[in-house]
């Protein structure tokens, strides 16, 4: 079975810019989570949606919004990008919001 | 929110050696997960453990929830084991998983 699947891997952008980033979860999975992982730290929890609905959302600004679609997959739309952005991106699915969460290889996004 | 203590911050070992790794966090939980992530990103889940004992082959984790710790037990080390070791967790009505600041290991040949 496939995991977590992000696209693309990389990403190269502008201050300014805008940026989307995409993930589909695991088969069978209703649970989709966006976590921030900047160098030399342990990943922090961006978004956590289910069933299509917003159920968690971490300190990060406006500029950050997500979305589930009905097939479960997700998007991160970063707009206004800042030097600071520049991150691993990292989604995860799980069967329900407090099951074991499934990582996958991440959006390695650089601002320029 | 809670806190997550992660120690030691760095491991050094020889190929064959064993080690603990240790996560103290500051509330009850719910969700304890420990996690890999290896020199190329990757973070893979090792185990779901908010209480009581597993073993994975050389990998074994316990959690003593009422003491608010769990303890990562590595035997006989191997080079593909280095990397960052993660311990994340969620407690009460969050669903989000705080993540220590993990354990970098590196496992000499």
């Known amino acids: 079975d496939a995991g977590v699947t992000q696209s693309p891997t990389h990403l190269i952008k502008t201050r300014g810019q805008h940026v989307t980033l995409r993930c589909s979860p695991i088969s069978g999975h209703k649970s989709v989570s966006w976590y921030q992982q900047v160098l030399g730290q342990g990943p922090q929890f961006i978004f956590q949606?289910?069933?299509?609905?917003?159920?968690g959302r971490g300190n990060f600004p406006d500029r950050f919004s997500a979305r589930q679609f009905p097939n479960y997959s997700s998007e991160l739309n970063v707009n206004a990008l800042l030097l600071g952005d520049s991150a691993l991106y990292l989604c995860a699915s799980s069967l329900a919001g407090n099951s074991p969460l499934h990582f996958g290889n991440g959006t390695r996004l650089t601002v320029t | 929110g809670i806190q997550v203590e992660q120690s030691p911050p760095d491991l050094i070992l020889q190929e064959g050696a064993n080690s603990t790794l240790r996560c103290n966090f500051s509330d009850s939980v719910n969700n304890l997960q420990w996690f890999h992530q290896n020199p190329w990103g990757q973070l893979i889940n090792l185990f779901y453990i908010p209480s009581g004992t597993k073993q994975n082959g050389r990998l074994s984790a316990t959690t003593v929830a009422t003491e608010r710790y769990s303890l990562l037990y590595i035997s006989s080390s191997q080079t593909t084991d280095s990397g960052v070791y993660f311990c994340a967790v969620s407690s009460g009505s969050a669903r989000q998983l705080t993540f220590g600041s993990g354990t970098q290991l590196t496992v000499l040949p």
């Open positions: 949606y289910y069933e299509k609905e917003e159920r």
